[in-house]
């Protein structure tokens, strides 16, 4: 925190998996809708985004609006987060059943598919 800003200094990279549009796991933890909002308001908080109030909902929407550009259907997925200083970035977001990996921009061979 050498800043003076009170946040901190490295920024933090955090998972949040959907399953059918719906937040079930952050970090591979297992979550409820309102554990994930407290958790992530206390997280992106943490980083000085406000979200109009909830930066865990601000945060659910915005890993939501980009897992919904890659799925082939059904909305479910992983979608990483980095918060750093007051903002919040979609680093890659994955469809669990898609042939395309997004971290990495590599396609699968589809003859083993």
Known sequence: MADGSGFPDDPEELVITFDK??????DGETVTIPEAVQQL??????FGLDGRGSPGASALVTAH??????CAGQISGEVRLVLHRGTMVVNSARD?????????????????A
């Not at 308001?41 to 943490?46: D, E, I, K, T």
């Not at 609006?65 to 890659?70: F, I, R, S």
Request: glycine content about 8%; proline content about 3%; charged content about 30%.
């Open 21 to 26: 549009g719906v937040p079930v796991a952050i």
């Open 41 to 46: 308001n206390f997280r992106a908080g943490a």
């Open 65 to 70: 609006e980009d897992l919904e550009k890659v």
């Open 96 to 112: 669990e059943r898609t042939l395309y990996d997004f971290t990495t921009g590599a396609t699968f061979d589809r003859s083993v």
